[in-house]
């Protein structure tokens, strides 16, 4: 039925129909071929388009021109698709052009409603249980701008897969073990003695950051150390010695605040599992299960995984010569603990430096047989990185420079509305350049403004009218002529266009196009309240009330759906603003 099902899925049914009855009308037999529905350049060509005839025509011999008049005229027989169908054209070379009818709303919306939720309910499919692993920046700092990135990509994404039907489980994996603890230790013991009068060069090895002397300052408290040598080479024994006393409460409070960033970026995770609680348990175990399933092989004293069978450069060791194993071997028993925790997919994002991590994880998923029967259970994304512009030229990252370095320094200056927009306007695999100016710019110029302000013009009309927009219902029965012309029809079905959005990038993981979705509807809002004769919302309100109420609809749906968009972006949608009446 048209109202448990998107308008593409729909359209798709209807074709296969058609191409059924022309496959058994001419003895063909098809498999393994899928429908595709596309969107026109624009509106004046029909709401959707097919170029099913191009794809299949050599299975019948034809030419895609044949095929594709054959599929029109069964099309036309269709007593279920063409009340719903104004027109169904043939465009150069082949595409199957459908132009709907506005009726089509009431057959979606039948009964009085006050939302777009039920309809994305109705929708929603059982896809199971996924695991989306994101941020896990080092516990040895504060978030960085590409942490940033990771958290708003992420989180949207996650919002986005809750909605079309996948238990999300969100979690933050802690690299607290390890070499890079160990230095973080040693690092803060140098700045520890530096705020006691002892300045020492920090080791080649060591961190450099300035943000060390206030952790330092943090925890010193808590510290109970024996007096420190002054000599250079004793005082780094000492600082080796004592690496970890000061590495454990500071990576306490690294993740306490990266966590409240992340918080105030309204980001939250369902779980912080922290490496350490692998040690040495579950590493053991799971390299005796690699080594029991014929997995792994020895050489010159190492163990190496036969990642090599299974889509990687070469084969990779998981335990060293001197029986220490390497962090690929931690990596594997985290994602082991991922499998055994019952997720049917795996997610990670991860860093722009990790892009030849991903065969390797990929191989040694294989190797523990969550690859077995579906290839596509894991996926990786990488964030790629950030470049701040401001007056038209880079950013220096440099905390010394008192420029922006941190996510906090970003959120100190820019909206987090803005920020989360600015982080998923173009695909993660693409490097962002974030225009500063832009960002601080509170104006229609800026892109999460003018979609804002579209929604708050919207419950400024219904304040005006007097009406209480949760309580107005949308109902389009016995009103749907009055949906055409004027940029009602096109701002009606590039609405109905979310529910297609959310499909698909719970299916490709493209958030930008929603970014996309979101500013061309505010556009056509504003195309739609420019013809302020035609498109008087009020005026016919009062005066012609059935055509007042059919727009009053339109109008809701548009705001609901513009609010749901900023809700999966993790952006606010408020109902008034300041300079709401400067939409152009």
């Not at 036309?76 to 082949?94: H, S, T």
């Not at 701008?145 to 079309?164: E, H, K, Q, T, Y």
């Not at 060591?206 to 420190?228: H, M, N, R, T």
């Not at 294989?366 to 994304?381: I, K």
């Amino acid at each position: 039925m048209l109202k448990d099902e998107t308008i593409r899925d729909w359209l798709s049914l209807r074709l296969k129909r058609s191409l059924d009855i022309l496959c058994q009308k001419e003895g063909v037999r098809l498999s393994n071929y899928s429908i595709r529905i596309d969107y026109p350049p624009n509106f004046s060509l029909g709401q959707y388009a097919s170029p099913l005839a191009m794809q299949l025509s050599r299975f019948f011999d034809k030419k895609p021109q044949e095929l594709a008049h054959g599929l029109v005229q069964t099309l036309r027989d269709d007593d279920e698709l063409m009340p719903y169908v104004e027109k169904i054209e043939l465009a150069p070379p082949a595409f199957i052009n459908f132009t709907l009818k506005s009726n089509i709303a009431s057959a979606i919306f039948p009964h009085h409603s006050n939302g777009l939720e039920e309809y994305l309910k109705r929708l929603m499919r059982p896809r199971g249980k996924i695991i989306v692993e994101f941020v896990s920046a080092n516990p040895t700092g504060p978030l960085n701008i590409v942490s940033a990135r990771a958290a708003a990509f992420g989180d949207s994404l996650c919002r986005i897969l809750a909605v079309a039907g996948y238990q999300v489980y969100r979690e933050y994996y802690v690299n607290d073990y390890g070499n890079q603890v160990y230095w973080l230790g040693i690092s803060l013991a140098y700045r520890y003695a530096e705020a006691l009068g002892l300045g020492l060069p920090l080791p080649e090895n060591a961190y450099q950051g300035e943000y060390l002397k206030d952790i330092v300052k943090k925890i010193s408290a808590e510290l109970k150390l024996p007096e420190f040598p002054k000599e250079e080479k004793a005082f780094f024994e000492w600082a080796c010695e004592h690496a970890m006393a000061f590495a454990l409460p500071a990576m306490q409070y690294i993740v306490a605040n990266q966590r409240q960033d992340l918080k105030d970026f309204r980001v939250e995770f369902d779980n912080f599992f922290y490496e350490s609680s692998l040690h040495p348990q579950a590493v053991n175990e799971t390299f005796q299960f690699l080594k029991a399933n014929g997995q792994v092989y020895e050489k010159d004293g190492a163990w190496f995984l036969l990642s090599s069978e299974k889509g990687d450069d070469k084969d990779r060791v998981v335990i060293r010569s001197d029986g220490r194993p390497t962090y690929f071997l931690a990596d594997i028993a985290y994602h082991r603990k991922k499998i055994e925790r019952g997720f049917d997919k795996i997610l990670n994002l991860w860093g722009p430096d990790h892009h030849g991590y991903i065969a390797r994880m990929r191989s040694a998923l294989s190797a523990l047989g969550f690859l077995q029967d579906n290839p596509e259970r894991f996926s990786v994304l990488i964030v790629q990185q950030v470049n701040l512009i401001e007056g038209g030229k880079t950013v220096v990252m440099s905390k010394r420079l008192g420029k922006f370095q941190t996510m906090r320094d970003l959120l100190n200056r820019i909206p987090v509305d803005v920020c989360r927009y600015f982080f998923v306007m173009r695909g993660a695999s693409n490097h962002l350049d974030f225009d500063l100016e832009l960002a601080t710019t509170q104006s229609e110029r800026n892109p999460v403004y003018y979609i804002q302000y579209a929604h708050a013009r919207i419950h400024s009309i219904f304040r005006q009218a007097g009406l209480n927009f949760d309580e107005f219902p949308i109902d389009f029965r016995g009103k749907e002529s009055y949906l055409e012309g004027h940029f009602r029809k096109e701002l009606l079905f590039y609405v109905l266009r979310l529910a297609e959005e959310i499909q698909d990038i719970a299916r490709n993981y493209e958030l930008q196009s929603l970014a996309v979705w979101l500013y061309e509807t505010a556009h056509y809002f504003s195309q739609f309240y420019s013809l302020k004769q035609e498109n008087n919302v009020l005026g016919l309100y009062r005066e012609k009330p059935q055509e007042g109420e059919a727009l009053l609809s339109l109008i809701k749906l548009v705001a609901l759906a513009l609010e749901k968009g900023l809700f999966l972006l993790g952006i606010s949608a408020p109902r008034a603003m300041h300079r709401e009446d400067e939409i152009p």
